[in-house]
Nanobody, 123 residues
Framework: VQLQASGGGLVQAGDSLRLSCAAS????????IGWFRQAPGKEREFVAA????????NYADSVKGRFAISRDNAKNTVYLQMNSLKPEDTADYYC?????????????????WGQGTQVTVSS
């Protein structure tokens, strides 16, 4: 199983970025794909998740209304559209996969992790 995150970069406050997470190696129909981020010196935190099979979504309060998670079944790819970026969004962003459940918004149970993609938002 492989999760390949991409799309990070250096942007200014107020700009947008779209991250991609390409998944391969198994069927993810009963899984959820989550995005997490980790800023320097801070713990990794949940950002958003989507249920591959049903499209249910879950967002951290800090990104609601600014970020949108979506999936493209044909491409086996999950996207994180990030709008109105703020300097506090600066972090390494990771995608991960686990079976969908009530604790999807925590790190518990995530079986597969991709490498990080760096997002830097300047003020």
């Amino acid at each position: 199983v492989q999760l390949q995150a991409s799309g990070g970069g250096l942007v200014q406050a107020g700009d947008s970025l779209r991250l991609s997470c390409a998944a391969s190696g198994r069927s993810f129909s009963s899984y959820g794909i989550g995005w997490f981020r980790q800023a320097p010196g801070k713990e990794r935190e949940f950002v958003a998740a989507i249920r591959w099979g049903g499209g249910n979504t879950n967002y951290a309060d800090s990104v609601k209304g600014r970020f949108a998670i979506s999936r493209d079944n044909a491409k086996n790819t999950v996207y994180l559209q990030m709008n109105s970026l703020k300097p506090e969004d600066t972090a390494d962003y990771y995608c991960a996969a686990r079976k969908w459940g009530e604790t999807i918004a925590t790190m518990a149970g995530y079986e597969y992790w991709g490498q990080g993609t760096q997002v830097t938002v300047s003020s």
